[in-house]
């Protein structure tokens, strides 16, 4: 899973448009089945290391 820390992103939106399976979404434009997940989201964010390569999306 990834998180995006919503303290340290500048709602640019650029990663709305790139990501490959549409599962990232501003928070004005968050649809009501995933609002559970920003509580989660914002937790776990400062937690995780960043990502800084580009990899492939993975299906599981
Ligand atoms: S690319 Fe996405 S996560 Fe990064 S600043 Fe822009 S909206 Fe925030």
């Known amino acids: ?3 995006i820390d ?3 992103c500048i709602d ?3 990663c709305t448009h ?3 399976t549409s599962a990232i979404f ?3 434009n968050l649809p009501e ?3 559970e997940y920003q ?3 914002a937790e776990m964010s400062p ?3 960043g990502i800084f390569e580009k990899k492939e999306p993975q299906n599981n």
């Open 26 to 28: 501003m928070d004005a």
């Open 6 to 8: 919503p303290e340290k």
């Open 47 to 49: 937690l995780c290391p």
């Open 39 to 41: 509580a989660l989201n």
């Open 18 to 20: 790139e990501c490959p």
């Open 12 to 14: 640019c939106e650029a």
């Open 1 to 3: 899973m990834l998180f």
């Open 33 to 35: 089945q995933w609002k």
